[in-house]
Nanobody
Framework: QVQLVESGGGLVQPGGSLRLSCAAS????????MGWYRQAPGKQRELVAT???????NYADSVKGRFTISRDSVKNTVYLQMNSLKPGDTAVYYC?????????WGQGTQVTVSS
């Protein structure tokens, strides 16, 4: 059974930092492209960042220079380090894992940026 379990969300003040984690089980983690997506209230889910099995990363323009995605293939975990957080980053953040034709989602973790 495939599971992606996110953790690390919470409430943070503008300018603060959070690190999200996503632990994967039941998949050959090392061959999967992993990613983070987010969905704010009333908006569509959008890409935040992805990282391929060889470490190639891709970021949404809105988070470039502030967020860093990384993966640990020993721990089967993908991370999202979020710095200089803004109120506009408030959303539910979802972990995603894909390797054609399979794709999996975590349940999401809430990130709220507010003073």
């Amino acid at each position: 059974q495939v599971q992606l379990v996110e953790s690390g969300g919470g409430l943070v003040q503008p300018g603060g930092s959070l690190r999200l984690s996503c632990a994967a089980s039941g998949v050959f983690f090392s061959i999967y492209t992993m990613g983070w997506y987010r969905q704010a209230p009333g908006k569509q889910r959008e890409l935040v960042a992805t990282i391929t099995n060889d470490g190639t990363t891709n970021y949404a323009d809105s988070v470039k220079g502030r967020f860093t995605i990384s993966r640990d293939s020993v721990k089967n975990t993908v991370y999202l380090q979020m710095n200089s957080l803004k109120p506009g980053d408030t959303a539910v953040y979802y972990c995603n894992g894909r390797h054609w034709p399979s794709e999996y989602w975590g349940q999401g973790t809430q990130v709220t940026v507010s003073s």
